[in-house]
Every structure is written in structure tokens, then in C-alpha cells.
């Protein structure tokens, strides 16, 4: 007599936890919270499901048990029907057929000759059994009446006050703009603004009344209204662009001519952008008995020392005398 074994698997599963194929695996009854589709808008509620364990391949005995008292078999008879039943079923995996389990599922095999198990929607839950699905949708939260009454109220406070801030903010904006115009557009003057060229009557002139040329005075460099020594300072080479009042008076960096039994050499001190660091160095220089020397070098000013010489043991005395005096970095540039 052929049974169909298939069907009573899941009237086992609603009172039990595990129903076994001997041989082939056992289907196990797992618990499966409730959840929502979002998709479908649906509620489902908990419950149990079917899920297949391969792996559990002994025989539990309840299906031999549940076809004895049933179908009122011996129990050698309800055991070959349940043998012969799982012979059928791997021949028809092996045929890559899918097996059908009523209110369970499907098992089918892979091409990886690994089991397959599509279940069922049933719940075998007999606490949770016939619960329907409902339908679940976000509800929007509505205002309550209180919120809504004061709505009204608080709507006009929250705009004066926002127009404020906007206003504050424009104010600040416009504080900023004006600041950065003046600071961009109206430039503190720099420092040789209003000062007069250097007069001529000192540069590159001979002192007279003053003593000799070996430079002997022990007079003092001054130092400038900003505490900086010009001749200290001369090294660093300020840049600073010529300014109209130079460009208008220029600069008389002629030689005097020589007697032919003479030669001249100029010792450079150091070099300015600001007119202020000239004058002053030129009116020291005059002061210490040399004879200043100035010539243009693009946007800075060279200023230093010229003299007549007739042995080159007065080059290296005069070089000498003037690094101490002004500058240890003075170069000889003319000899």
C-alpha cells in the first residue's frame, strides 16, 4: 500500500518541534518574530515557520509512530512505508525534480548537488495560530489642540525677532565692508612721504673745515628716530618704490676728476628705499670727515664713502676706518 507520507509532515510540526526523514534531513519547526512590509504596507504577526536542517539525518521515530496509529500498522510495515518514501524523494532530488511537502514547503536540489528548501507561509504556532495579516501604514502624528491654539500666538514673536537678527547681521556686514575699504584704500603714509631729496650740496662734495681724509674723528654715529642705525641696518636692502620727489631732484653721483697722479675709490656702506636713512647717512658721513657717496639702483639708493687716494696702503687704512665707523659688511666697489 503506497501512502502519501508527505502530508502528515505538517500535521506533525503543529505538535512537535521536529519531524525527521531518516536519511535525508529533518524539517524543524523555528520561531519567526512579527514584522512589517514597508512595500506592501502589511503587518505580520509572530509565529512559527518550517525551515529544512540537512544535517540532522537520524531517525526520530515519529513518523513510524503517527502511521501506526493512523493507518493501524505494525511497526515493521510503518517503517519500510517510511523508508521507501525517503527512497522516493532522493530519486526524484537526484532527477532534479522539486519535491512538494503539503503546508510546508518545497526541497529541491542545486546544481551543486546541495538541498534547497523554499518554505511555506503556514504557522505552525498553535498561540499565534490564526492571526490574520493587517494592513500598516505611518500615520502622520496630529497637533494637538493645545499646540494648535498657541500656534497662532507664537507665529508673530518668532518674526519680529528674525527680522532683527537679519537686520543685526546686515549691520555687521556692512561694519566689515566699510572697515576693509579704509584699511585697503586709505594706506597709513610711509615714512619718506613729505621729505625733501637729499641736498645736494652735501653728496659727493669734498668737506671742508671738517678733518682730514684718514677720518680721524671719534664722533659718534647718531642713530634714527626709530632707534635703528642706518649704517647697522645697511645689509637689509628696503624696498620701496621711488618716490616723485626723487624722481624730480635726482641724484649727482658724478665724480670729481681726478689730478692724474691720483685715483678715487668708493667704499658702499649700504643700500635704502627710505629717504629719511639717506639724508641721515649722508649727513654722517659729511660729519665724519668723508666725502658721501649716493647712486641709484633701481628703487634703493647706494650710499657711501669716495676719496682720492695716490698708495694703495691708503685703500686698505680708509676701507678699515669705515667698516668700523658704519658698516663691518662695507664693500670697496671702485679703486
Same mark, same amino acid.
Request: proline fraction near 7%; glycine fraction near 8%.
Given at each position: &500500500? ?5 502530508k502528515?509532515?505538517?500535521e ?6 521536529a #519531524?525527521a526523514?531518516?536519511?535525508l534531513g529533518?524539517f524543524v ?12 504596507? $502589511?503587518?505580520?504577526p509572530?509565529? $512559527?515557520?518550517a ?5 540532522l ?6 513518523? =513510524?509512530k ?6 493501524q /500498522?505494525?511497526?515493521?510495515?510503518a517503517?519500510?512505508q ?6 522516493e524523494?532522493k530519486?526524484a532530488?537526484?532527477?532534479?525534480? &522539486? ?5 510546508? @514547503?518545497?526541497?529541491?536540489q ?11 507561509s503556514?504557522?505552525?504556532?498553535l498561540?499565534?495560530y490564526?492571526l490574520?495579516v493587517v494592513?500598516?501604514y ?8 493645545s499646540?494648535?491654539?498657541?500656534? %497662532? ?13 537679519? @537686520?543685526?547681521?546686515a549691520?555687521?556686514v556692512? #561694519?566689515i565692508?566699510?572697515a576693509g575699504?579704509?584699511? /585697503?584704500?586709505?594706506e ?6 613729505g621729505? /625733501?631729496?637729499? %641736498?645736494? !650740496?652735501? =653728496?659727493?662734495?669734498s668737506?671742508? @673745515?671738517?678733518q682730514g681724509?684718514?677720518?680721524? !674723528?671719534?664722533e ?6 626709530? @632707534?635703528?642705525?642706518?649704517?647697522a641696518?645697511a645689509?637689509?636692502e ?7 620727489? $626723487? ?6 653721483? $658724478?665724480e670729481?676728476?681726478?689730478a692724474p ?12 628705499g627710505?629717504?629719511?636713512?639717506v639724508?641721515?647717512l649722508?649727513?654722517?658721513i ?7 657717496y649716493?647712486?641709484? !639702483?633701481?628703487?634703493l639708493?647706494?650710499?657711501? #664713502?669716495?676719496k682720492?687716494?695716490r698708495? %694703495?696702503?691708503?685703500?686698505?687704512? #680708509? ?13 670697496l666697489?671702485k679703486?
Amino acid at each position: &500500500m503506497q501512502m502519501d507520507i508527505g502530508k502528515h509532515i505538517g500535521e506533525l510540526l503543529y505538535q512537535h518541534d521536529a #519531524v525527521a526523514l531518516p536519511g535525508l534531513g529533518t524539517f524543524v519547526s523555528a520561531y519567526q518574530p512579527a514584522e512589517i512590509d514597508q512595500v506592501k504596507g $502589511e503587518l505580520h504577526p509572530p509565529g $512559527e515557520g518550517a525551515v529544512f536542517n540537512p544535517n540532522l539525518v537520524t531517525d526520530d521515530g515519529l513518523l =513510524v509512530k503517527f502511521l501506526q496509529s493512523r493507518h493501524q /500498522l505494525d511497526f515493521e510495515t510503518a517503517r519500510k512505508q517510511v523508508k521507501q518514501y525517503v527512497e522516493e524523494v532522493k530519486a526524484a532530488l537526484e532527477s532534479q525534480e &522539486m519535491v512538494d511537502f503539503p503546508e510546508v @514547503g518545497r526541497l529541491y536540489q542545486d546544481y551543486e548537488k546541495n538541498l534547497q528548501f523554499l518554505p511555506d507561509s503556514t504557522n505552525f504556532s498553535l498561540e499565534a495560530y490564526g492571526l490574520p495579516v493587517v494592513e500598516a501604514y505611518p500615520a502622520a502624528r496630529p497637533k494637538s489642540a493645545s499646540a494648535a491654539a498657541a500656534a %497662532p500666538v507664537s507665529t508673530a514673536p518668532a518674526r519680529k525677532i528674525n527680522y532683527a537678527l537679519i @537686520g543685526a547681521i546686515a549691520a555687521g556686514v556692512a #561694519v566689515i565692508l566699510m572697515a576693509g575699504y579704509f584699511l /585697503l584704500f586709505n594706506e597709513a603714509p610711509q615714512d619718506d612721504e613729505g621729505l /625733501l631729496p637729499v %641736498p645736494t !650740496s652735501r =653728496v659727493n662734495v669734498s668737506p671742508s @673745515g671738517q678733518q682730514g681724509a684718514t677720518g680721524d !674723528s671719534t664722533e659718534e654715529i647718531g642713530e634714527t628716530t626709530d @632707534g635703528q642705525n642706518p649704517a647697522a641696518s645697511a645689509p637689509v636692502e628696503e624696498e620701496r618704490q621711488e618716490t616723485e620727489s $626723487e624722481k624730480e631732484a635726482g641724484w649727482d653721483s $658724478e665724480e670729481p676728476t681726478p689730478a692724474p697722479d691720483q685715483k678715487r675709490l668708493v667704499i658702499i656702506i649700504g643700500a635704502f628705499g627710505n629717504q629719511k636713512n639717506v639724508s641721515r647717512l649722508v649727513d654722517e658721513i659729511y660729519d665724519a670727515g668723508y666725502e658721501p657717496y649716493t647712486e641709484k !639702483s633701481g628703487s634703493l639708493t647706494r650710499v657711501g #664713502v669716495q676719496k682720492a687716494y695716490r698708495q %694703495p696702503a691708503e685703500v686698505e687704512r #680708509v676701507l678699515t676706518d669705515v667698516r668700523n665707523r658704519f658698516n663691518s659688511d662695507a664693500k670697496l666697489i671702485k679703486k
